[in-house]
């Protein structure tokens, strides 16, 4: 498939930032990898409050941009199911690093911000730790299947 989208540049920068740098398709990410939120009315209900036009639009871009995949829901016939690829999961440093730099200069919850400060506390293989818990949930990863 031919890639027929014009990007504003060839910068890294800039072309990842083309993929998740608005703010409510990092915000989406975060619920999955960190709230377990996989359906469409789970996303709406995020503290954010973000809109369903919006979160359809941004839910079809990460799809479209292969960070997410939708499929039926087994369990309910209506509903779609959203899981990370591992594109998606690799996004999970930067986002611990976003983390990391608004618990240092910015007003954060100390409620909200546990979750960041317990896998700073699990050291330098916090990441991959969460990574490959994120790959059995998502990809149906074994430990033991390489990634």
Not at 47 to 70: F, P, Y
Not at 122 to 132: E, I, K, L, S
């Amino acid at each position: 498939m031919k890639d027929t989208h014009t990007h504003r540049s060839g910068c890294p920068i800039n072309l990842g930032l083309e993929v998740f740098g608005d703010k409510w398709s990092l915000l989406v990410v975060r619920d999955m990898m960190f709230a377990g939120k996989r359906h469409f009315r789970e996303f709406l209900a995020s503290d954010e409050g973000i809109s369903s036009n919006i979160l359809a639009d941004r839910l079809a871009k990460l799809v479209e941009a292969g960070v997410l995949t939708r499929a039926g829901d087994p369990e309910h016939k209506l509903k779609a199911i959203y899981s990370l690829t591992e594109k998606g999961i690799e996004l999970l440093p930067i986002i611990a690093e976003i983390s990391r730099w608004s618990r240092k200069y910015e007003p954060v919850d100390p409620v909200l911000a546990r979750t960041g400060e317990a896998r700073d506390r699990m050291g330098p293989d916090a990441n991959q730790q969460q990574m490959a818990a994120l790959r059995r949930l998502h990809l149906g990863a074994t430990d033991q299947a390489p990634v």
